[in-house]
């Protein structure tokens, strides 16, 4: 229907119709007012969280970029080589200590399997480390790596698990220290070792060629004695063989019995056979003795690298007593407190040259004295025996009691003395016969040497 707007009653409504929406039209912009207030303020809120969430974000990226620094240097300034890989081997991050020794590039390693670094003799090892890693096992091995230019480079490594923020395994850290230096300084200081053992050896032999020098002619003087004693039966024997030549003669002669008998009687023929049996006993005693001495004299000379056996110390020590004695330009009373024998197991060539040292020196000090006395004594001290050598010679004086040990330390003349027989056979007693060896000034004056010894074998 159309409005006519000419019609006064149609006006009045039409101001009463247009002045309801006017006032609705008020209502509706407070509305609005307000909803764009509500807006503008709710913005504000926002932006002011966006704000504040950019400072902390800020703020959290400057602290992880300082924890990244952080481990970056704490990485690269580790001395030990290091692998980090997931849990399929693949690299994640290698350090500046592995690239160094292997002359290759971090970058051109991320992503590469951790199987390429390694020598070909360990893949099958490095195949396992995943499952190692798996089963918790902590893997500490020693591996060639392969340097740029395929050198081998042994290292000790360590490997294990990595787990992620959920503690979930995700991945394995290998940890390694380069052999070669440590190897190469561990064989030179074998190397030297050795020379020095075989230098030791030599002193040995030296300064054991030095004391039989000195000791010829008492080991003649021992040999004289059976030898003295072998040529007087040979002489007697030879004797004899005249005598029994002339009696048989007679006999195949055809002589008369009475006259044979007489024969018999004149050269004494019962009497000669009777000596036969001990003459020849003799001399086979004396043989055996010139055999013994110079069997001796062979275990003494010829370098030893012997183990413990039975041996007896007191004949040893007589052994060594008269080797020195007889040769000595002095005569030497000596007192001798021992068991007629000990058995001990033990090297008898070192405690024969360790003794033989003793002996010597102990002479040499008492070439000045007047009445000159060596006292030889044994006794137990649980189980080890201890041999005490006492003379009455100059002695030591406080300041040389352990100075004497030291090897070169002699106050013997140019020629006389090496100064190496004491620290030789301190060395021999401690290392090789598992004993001691000290000195001390005597009470009575003198000095006292005393060679502790154990009395079981303890290897
Ligand atoms: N029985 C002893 N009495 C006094 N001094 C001794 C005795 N034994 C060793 N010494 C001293 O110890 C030193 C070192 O002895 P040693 O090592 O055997 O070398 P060397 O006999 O060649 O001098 C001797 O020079 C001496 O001064
Ligand atoms: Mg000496």
Same mark, same amino acid.
């Given at each position: ?76 300034? /580790?001395?030990?080589? #290091? ?25 051109? #390693?991320?992503?590469?399997? /951790? ?156 009497? /000669? ?102 006292? #030889? ?83």
């Amino acid at each position: 229907m159309m409005m006519d707007s000419t019609n006064p009653d149609n006006a009045a409504s039409l101001t009463e119709q247009v002045t309801i929406p006017r006032k609705l039209q008020q209502q509706a912009d407070e509305v609005q007012d307000h909803a764009w207030i509500e807006v503008i303020q709710r913005m504000d809120e926002i932006y002011a969280d966006m704000v504040h969430y950019q400072v902390e974000l800020e703020k959290k990226n400057a602290q992880l970029e300082e924890a990244q620094n952080f481990i970056q240097s704490v990485v690269s300034a /580790m001395s030990e080589v #290091l692998i980090v890989c997931d849990i399929n081997g693949n690299i994640q991050q290698v350090n500046d200590a592995l690239c160094n020794s292997l002359g290759l590039q971090a970058e051109l #390693l991320i992503g590469q399997s /951790m199987n390429q670094l390694f020598g070909e003799n360990y893949q099958a090892m490095i195949a396992e480390f995943p499952e190692h890693i798996r089963s918790g096992t902590l893997i500490d091995c020693e591996v060639e790596l392969l340097a740029r230019d395929g050198q081998a480079v042994p290292m000790a490594i360590n490997c294990n698990a990595r787990f992620d923020f959920e503690n979930k395994l995700s991945g394995l850290v290998i940890t390694g220290r380069p052999l070669g230096e440590l190897r190469k300084a561990y064989s030179a200081l074998q190397v030297a070792h050795e020379e020095l053992k075989t230098a030791q050896q030599q002193l040995i032999q030296s300064e054991k060629m030095a004391s039989l020098g000195r000791l010829v002619a008492g080991v003649a003087h021992e040999l004289n004695n059976p030898i003295s004693f072998l040529y007087a039966n040979m002489f007697a024997l030879k004797g004899y063989q005249k005598k029994f030549q002339q009696y048989i003669d007679a006999i195949h002669g055809g002589a008369e019995p009475k006259k044979i008998q007489k024969l018999r009687e004149k050269l004494r023929i019962d009497k /000669m056979m009777n000596d036969i049996s001990p003459l020849v006993e003799g001399s086979m005693e004396g043989a055996e003795r010139v055999s013994q001495i110079i069997a001796n004299l062979k275990k003494f000379s010829t370098p030893q690298l012997q183990k413990a056996e039975p041996m007896d110390l007191v004949a040893v020590i007589h052994r060594a007593v008269s080797w020195v004695l007889q040769a000595a330009p002095i005569s030497i009373e000596v007192h001798e407190d021992l068991p007629s024998s000990l058995k001990i197991d033990n090297h008898e060539g070192h405690i024969h040259q360790i003794l033989i040292n003793l002996v010597q020196n102990a002479l040499d000090a008492m070439l000045q004295t007047e009445h000159p006395e060596l006292t #030889l004594k044994l006794d137990h001290q649980g189980q080890q025996i201890q041999l005490h050598i006492i003379d009455n010679g100059h002695g030591l004086e406080e300041k040389d009691l352990l100075k004497v040990f030291d090897p070169f330390f002699t106050t013997k003349a140019v020629g006389v003395g090496t100064g190496l027989g004491l620290s030789i056979s301190y060395g021999l007693a401690t290392e090789q016969c598992r004993g001691d060896l000290q000195a001390r000034q005597h009470p009575g004056g003198g000095a006292e040497f005393i060679l502790t010894l154990p009395l079981e074998d303890g290897a």
